[in-house]
């Protein structure tokens, strides 16, 4: 199957970037490479472009789509939480942008191998990065009722967590649960009738969390903030499209502490905690996308873009 995905937001992304051609830009989530070809067409041969991905198919598909600018590129198959560390093996200390297109790619999800799907009947996966032993069905065979709740409630925000967790811990009673189908058929069960015909899919929010959780994603976000804001140099920015609310909340308060980190109480003449700003935040209210680009692509609908600029 062709590593197809639709990038989010792309000329508002790129926009918002304000690249220079012999600046050093840097992709952490490079999927098929949708946002990197265009930054790559707006710099010289004296530019720099690091695409990172700990997916091994999107980082075959992005080194072909990037081919044409084989002099400035350099593809690295890592997680984005390591990104300060596999610059500065490339002796970068300082790039001049950072992009972050969080979530899953069209690719993975429509790709039912991979099993991050409920709509077909195929092995629990839901990994991003393959080499990783630890997969869904790890998650809902092994994790106690408890741990399998809070990943439902805190990362689905499911009203029938309980309920889901109860039912899931029931079956695997029974027998292993073995694929996704099996998996959605349990959820189903859990969720009263009238609210299956009027909701979305009743499974939605359960392998969302569970991708979540999985693939660690906002741990990995919380602990890779400051590693990017760190690498930016001055007049610098970081682009974030984030299509989770939890994801869109950390992104949001963790720029506003770097543009006023001052601690010190409201009533205190000057500041005597002596922590200075590190940039600004560009975006007030996150950028989103139109309803074109919602109409031709249903996956934008959740996108927010934000940006912050080092200074």
């Known amino acids: 199957m062709e590593f197809r995905h639709t990038s989010v937001l792309l000329k508002e992304t790129i926009e918002q970037l304000h690249i220079r051609e012999d600046g050093i830009y840097v992709d952490g989530t490079l999927g098929g490479g949708g946002h990197a070809y265009e930054i790559c067409s707006k710099l010289s041969p004296r530019g720099k472009f ?24 350099v593809v690295i198959r890592s997680n984005y939480l390591q990104m300060k560390e596999v610059l500065q093996e490339r002796d970068v200390l300082k790039v001049s942008g950072i992009l972050l297109d969080l979530g899953v790619s069209s690719y993975q999800l429509d790709n039912a191998q991979r099993g991050f799907t409920y709509r077909e009947d195929v092995p629990l996966d839901m990994r991003m990065d393959q080499r990783q032993e630890c997969t869904a069905r ?7 009722e408890t741990e399998i709740f809070h990943i439902i409630r805190d990362y689905g925000e499911d009203r029938f967590a309980k309920n889901i967790a109860r039912h899931i811990v029931m079956a695997r009673e029974k027998a292993p649960i073995e694929t996704t189908g099996e998996l959605t058929e349990i959820i189903k069960q859990a969720i009263p009738a009238k609210v299956r015909a009027t909701g979305g ?17 906002l741990e990995v976000l919380e602990q890779s903030l400051e590693d990017m804001i760190e690498l930016l140099e001055p007049g610098g920015r970081i682009c974030i499209i984030t299509f989770h609310s939890l994801e869109d909340r950390i992104v949001k308060q963790y720029f506003r502490k770097c543009e ?37 692509n249903k996956r934008a609908q959740s996108a927010k873009l934000r940006v912050f600029e080092k200074t």
């Open 50 to 73: 690091y695409g990172i991905d700990q997916d091994g198919e999107a980082i075959e598909a992005a080194s072909r789509r990037l081919q044409p600018f084989a002099d400035r590129v």
């Open 201 to 217: 899919h009743p499974a939605k929010r359960t392998f969302q969390a569970l991708r979540i959780e999985l693939n660690r994603e």
């Open 138 to 144: 790890t998650i809902v065979n092994t994790y106690s």
């Open 260 to 296: 006023n980190p001052c601690t010190c109480p409201r009533e205190f003449p000057v500041c005597v905690c002596g922590r200075k700003s590190k940039g600004k935040v560009i975006t007030r209210k996150p950028i989103l996308p139109g309803n074109d680009e919602i109409e031709q």
